[in-house]
């Protein structure tokens, strides 16, 4: 394919995603909070291993001049278990922004999509169709539905009276 024949997106237009925002935050003014705070708790999870490595391993060369790792024992298994703890409540924290950010999608495109549609059932239907052509369609079918009608409901009594 050609360059020219590649649609190309428009760009956005400027301040679109601010807008988004603020209807994100407006809609869900305390559970968006709460999946930030999520995910940036377990952001900073994910990089404390390096911090408690280079702690580990200051215990060991401690205590390797002497040869008693045993010593260096509580020092390394306070630090393994700080960290297993902190991944563990990460792992929860992980889930709940999962969650949330489930039910927050859906609840605001949901409540996005009655906010950009719900008045476009005022509308005439001339707003949709411009066309001189399909109007002089639906005044045509119009009448002769409306003779159809007339045509049919007097045989439908009629009908209805021989029953009774």
């Known amino acids: 394919m050609s360059k020219d024949m590649k649609m190309k997106r428009p760009l956005p237009k400027k301040g679109t995603l601010g807008r988004v925002i603020k209807s994100l935050f407006k809609f869900y003014p305390v559970l968006v909070p709460i999946a930030m705070l999520c995910i940036l708790f377990t952001a900073v999870v994910s990089a404390l291993p390096a911090i408690f490595m280079r702690r580990i391993f200051e215990a060991i060369e401690l205590w390797q001049a002497s040869g008693d790792f045993a010593a260096a024992r509580p020092a390394i298994l306070s630090d393994v278990l700080l960290l297993g703890g902190m991944y563990a409540v990460s792992i929860v924290s992980v889930t709940l922004y999962n969650q949330l950010m489930v039910y927050i999608t ?41 003779h159809q009608g007339a045509l049919c409901l007097p045989v439908l009594s009629l009908r209805c009276k021989q029953s009774i």
């Open 106 to 146: 859906q609840g605001f495109l949901d409540k996005l999509r009655v906010r950009m549609f719900s008045g476009m059932q005022d509308l005439p239907i001339r707003y949709f169709d411009q066309s001189s052509r399909t109007r002089k369609d639906r005044r045509r079918n119009f009448r002769l539905y409306s």
